[in-house]
C-alpha cells in the first residue's frame, strides 16, 4: 500500500462548481500535512498547509480527519485558472522527508 | 529572486553513461531534497540532507550518489545511467531542519536514458 494515495481523476468540472478531493496516509505518526499544486510541466508550488481545526484561504478549505487518516481539500465557485494537478503531501515527525501522493488532477471547464 | 536552480534543465543520456544534476538555493534554507517525477506515479524522494553535512535515503536511492557541498548546494550523481532512470528529477529546500515548513521547487530536470 502506498503511503500517500490519491484518486487520480480526472476531475472534469464545470465553472462555478464545487469540486472535493480526498487524501489518506497510512502512518499514523504523521505529523504535518500540505496541498500543492502543479501545473502542466511546471514545480509544485504550495496551496496550503492543513491544520488539525480545519483551515480556509479564499475559496479553498482544507480538513484534517486524523483518526480516519484522510485529508480533503474543497473548492467552491471553480474558476477556469484552478485547473492543475493537486498534490497531497504528508511529513512524518520521526522523518525529514516529505511524501507526495500521485496527484489529482482537475480540469475546469467554461 | 532565483530561489532554487537546478541544472542542466534537459539532457539526454547513452545506457551506462554518468552525470551529475546539480542544485543552489540562495535562500539560506538548511534542509535540502531530491525528488523524481514519473507519470502516475507522484513525486518520489531519492535522497534528503536535513542539515549541511548530514545526508539520507528517500524511498528510491538505488542508483544515485548526493552531495551537500556547503549549505547553498545539493547534488545529485547518477553513476551509470539506466533507462529506468529516465524521468523529471526535481530539487527542493526548506527553512528548517524539521521540515515542517514549505517546500520550494526548482523548475525541474528532464532527463533521458537511452
Known amino acids: 500500500r502506498k503511503e500517500v494515495e490519491q484518486d487520480p481523476g480526472p476531475f472534469n468540472v464545470p465553472e462555478g462548481a464545487t469540486v472535493a478531493f480526498n487524501c489518506t496516509y497510512s502512518?499514523?505518526?504523521?505529523?504535518?500535512f500540505f496541498w500543492y499544486r502543479q501545473d502542466c510541466r511546471k514545480e509544485p508550488k504550495l496551496l496550503m498547509s492543513?491544520?488539525?481545526s480545519g483551515n480556509e484561504d479564499g475559496r479553498f478549505t482544507a480538513q484534517l480527519n486524523r483518526a480516519s487518516q484522510y485529508i480533503s481539500l474543497l473548492i467552491r465557485d471553480s474558476k477556469l485558472s484552478d485547473s492543475a494537478t493537486y498534490l497531497c503531501?504528508?511529513?512524518?515527525?520521526?522523518?525529514?522527508?516529505?511524501?507526495f501522493g500521485a496527484g489529482t488532477r482537475l480540469t475546469v471547464k467554461p | 529572486n532565483a530561489g532554487v536552480t537546478q541544472t542542466p534543465k534537459f539532457q539526454v543520456l547513452k545506457t551506462g553513461q554518468s552525470m551529475t544534476l546539480q542544485c543552489a538555493q540562495d535562500?539560506?534554507?538548511?534542509?535540502m531534497y531530491w525528488y523524481r517525477q514519473d507519470p502516475g506515479m507522484g513525486l518520489r524522494l531519492i535522497y534528503y540532507?536535513?542539515?549541511?553535512?548530514?545526508?539520507d535515503k528517500g524511498e528510491v536511492p538505488n542508483g544515485y550518489n548526493v552531495s551537500r557541498l556547503n549549505k547553498r548546494e545539493f547534488s545529485l550523481r547518477l553513476e551509470s545511467a539506466a533507462p529506468s532512470q529516465t524521468s523529471v528529477y526535481f530539487c527542493?529546500?526548506?527553512?528548517?531542519?524539521?521540515?515542517?515548513?514549505?517546500?520550494?521547487f526548482g523548475e525541474g530536470s528532464r532527463l533521458t536514458v537511452l
Open positions: 492543513v491544520y488539525s
Open positions: 502512518n499514523s505518526a504523521s505529523q504535518s
Open positions: 535562500m539560506n534554507h538548511n534542509s
Open positions: 503531501v504528508v511529513r512524518t515527525y520521526n522523518n525529514n522527508d516529505m511524501r
Open positions: 527542493a529546500s526548506t527553512r528548517n531542519r524539521e521540515g515542517t515548513g514549505e517546500l520550494f
Open positions: 540532507s536535513a542539515s549541511e553535512g548530514t545526508t
